[in-house]
């Protein structure tokens, strides 16, 4: 069990680092060297400091108009060094075309989605599967029951493991005798 662990997070540290971009995507360049992005980044930051001239210094608008500057100038500085490309409209692309280099912007997000939203989906068929065992269970799935369902959330982050085993077992799918069909 360690050692899938291990091997799962060697595997997300070692693709969650994008590679250094290359203008041979679809004409997108490096944002760090993109004209069309530090003409973003100035029209941004001139549309701020038009609105601060508007406030007192050190009015609570003006503080938070100053805190948005700010913040804008670290977005478009982590864009600029996270090697992510940019086209002629100086906004970030994504490359979505299964390329290794560029697994950081897609993939292993996608991933960790599916994963998450299965992760949701096994606890919530695990917990009406312990319910429907009770003697309310109708109570119990208009009221959650939450120490149960915290315990079940729990064990369920081995949701993949626990599927396979199922399906392996031949308890994962219901029989055809189980399943209502339609008179039509």
């Not at 899938?4 to 944002?31: D, H, Q, R």
């Amino acid at each position: 069990m360690n050692k899938i662990l291990n091997f799962i997070l060697f595997g997300l540290l070692t693709f969650a680092t994008p590679n250094i971009a290359s203008a041979e995507i679809g004409g997108l360049n490096s944002c760090g060297t993109s004209e069309a992005f530090q003409k973003r980044l100035t029209k941004s930051i001139k549309k701020l400091e038009g609105r601060l001239k508007k406030y007192e210094v050190a009015s609570p608008p003006y503080i938070a108009i100053e805190k948005q500057i700010e913040q804008t100038k670290e977005r478009f500085s982590r864009y600029s060094n996270s090697n992510l490309l940019c086209g002629k409209d100086g906004l970030p692309h994504l490359v979505a075309d299964g390329r290794w280099s560029h697994a950081a912007e897609f993939m292993i997000p996608g991933i960790m989605f599916l994963y998450i939203s299965g992760w949701i989906g096994w606890v919530g068929r695990k917990y009406i599967r312990t319910v429907r065992e009770t003697a309310n269970p109708t109570e119990k799935e208009i009221i959650i029951d939450v120490p149960l369902a915290t315990s079940i959330m729990a064990s369920g982050f081995l949701w993949p493991f626990s599927a396979t085993q199922e399906f392996l077992k031949g308890d994962f799918v219901e029989g055809d005798t189980s399943v209502t069909i339609s008179p039509r």
